[in-house]
């Protein structure tokens, strides 16, 4: 019988470290919902506009991504984890003092950059550190931050908004909803000094003294230690001749459409849409301006709590059953959602459904998906493959929020909540008859399991 290993304070010290990336994540993208409304009077923006600044911090996202994986492989994951740091502390100081328009869609272009990296790295690296009997436990601790960053951000808008004029909140109160952003930039840059280097990638860059060390400190013991680096030196012996065209070869070309769908997949549920635009979305249900803004808050509250759960079970019930139950459960809720349109329904019953769509999405599609990418590549072209994948997440992201409100005014609530139904429920469809389990299974495991699966 195999001896269930310890979790070490090291791997939670480190796991938490890295997922404050996860948090800034949350808070930048969330906390254009509270000050958009103040930047349209400020710089006089026309919907274009106001589309555009709501979603470039995306096309950000997308640039930071695609070039995540070519420098985590070249000078590791912590390095380019404080880089991202640094990111976001300059761009929210950026956007607090930005004096026009353009000037602050740069600044929150740049911030996307930071989210890019960190969307990538984070759950690689942990990853990385894990042991494989929590590694998913751990993963998921990131988009718990996402969802924590994202809940935080509505109630420090509030907070700023409250109580003040309209002239306060269109010359101030927007600068500091963005600005209060580079206190959590400073901690996460802090927690991350005595994180370790990924063992992993030491050993394939020729340092394996080193990545013992660090390995001692993961299984808190040396003959753990010295096993696990037998088995990452032995699997980088399997694939020393791997390369990025490897990529679009037999074994690891169907490997990487999985991930590019899980990214489709996870973006067109329509989740991040009721994240972005809430507000306007309870409006046109039947809410009144302060009965939309309690219910974007009990969203966050819905989405936090939900990922917390997801936490006990994404290695207890299993990385497919989670992600093909929750798809169906999304799609059962969302069409609901979509029949409340079209009906007239209630706003309450409306925002019913709404809440357990998102909850079906925060236990299923939001944290699996970055699980999954995170694990099923081979370690010596890992990165440059989740960056394939997270560059396919963000760009779909982008057209999902720069389209939202064009189909809702074009087609529609009721049927742009349709399309959303039919991408769920194909996401569930494919995931039960193609997607592997692998949970428990070390990453080496299921690098082995896919070669086996290509030369069977």
């Not at 169906?328 to 329904?345: E, N, P, R, W």
Request: hydrophobic residues 50%.
């Amino acid at each position: 019988m195999e001896k269930k290993k310890r979790l070490t304070p090291y791997v939670i010290l480190i796991s938490c470290a890295a997922a404050l990336g996860g948090l800034l994540f949350g808070y930048d993208t969330a906390v254009i919902s509270g000050a958009i409304g103040f930047l349209q009077v400020k710089f006089s923006l026309d919907s274009v506009a106001v589309g555009w600044v709501t979603s470039c911090i995306l096309i950000g996202c997308a640039i930071g991504v695609s070039i995540a994986g070519v420098l985590s492989d070249r000078f590791g994951r912590k390095k380019i984890l404080v880089l991202s740091a640094i990111i976001f502390a300059a761009s929210s100081v950026g956007a607090a003092l930005a004096g026009s328009y353009m000037t602050l869609v740069i600044w929150r272009m740049l911030a996307g950059v930071g989210i890019g990296l960190t969307s990538l790295i984070t759950p690689l690296y942990i990853a990385e550190m894990a042991p494989a009997e929590v590694r998913g436990k751990l993963v998921s601790v990131n988009q718990l931050a996402i969802t924590i960053g994202i809940f935080v951000v509505y109630f420090i808008n509030a907070a700023i908004a409250s109580g003040s004029t309209q002239a306060w909140n269109v010359s101030t109160g927007w600068r500091m909803m963005m600005g209060i952003g580079v206190i959590p930039s400073a901690l996460f840059l802090i927690a991350l000094i005595p994180a370790g280097e990924s063992p992993r990638w030491l050993t394939q860059h020729g340092k394996a003294d080193r990545a013992l060390g660090v390995l001692k400190k993961v299984e808190g013991n040396s003959e753990d230690a010295q096993s696990e680096l037998t088995e990452i030196q032995e699997a980088n012996k399997i694939i020393d001749d791997s390369r990025f065209r490897d990529l679009f070869n037999k074994t690891w070309f169907p490997v990487v459409v999985i991930g590019v769908l899980l990214a489709l997949f996870q973006q067109f549920s329509g989740s991040n849409a009721i994240m972005y635009y809430a507000p306007e979305i309870f409006k046109g249900a039947g809410f009144g301006q302060d009965g939309a803004f309690m219910a974007t808050v009990s969203i966050g509250m819905i989405n936090m709590v939900i990922t917390v759960v997801s936490l006990g079970l994404v290695d207890r019930v299993g990385r497919k059953q989670l992600l093909g139950w929750g798809s169906l459960a999304m799609s059962i809720c969302l069409l609901i959602v979509a029949i409340c349109f079209f009906t007239g329904a209630s706003a309450t019953l409306t925002l019913i459904f709404v809440l357990l769509a998102i909850a079906s999405y925060a236990i299923s599609l939001a944290p699996v998906t970055w699980i999954l990418i995170s694990e099923i590549f081979p370690s010596r072209i890992r990165g440059r493959a989740m960056s394939i994948c997270t560059v396919v997440l963000w760009l779909s992201d982008f057209t999902l929020s720069y389209t939202f409100p064009i189909l809702t005014q074009n087609i529609g609530e009721g049927w742009t909540f349709m399309l959303y139904t039919a991408v769920t429920l194909l996401s569930a469809i494919f995931i039960w008859r193609v997607l592997p389990e692998t949970k428990g299974k070390s990453l080496e495991q299921i690098e082995r399991f896919w070669k086996d699966r290509a030369n069977s």
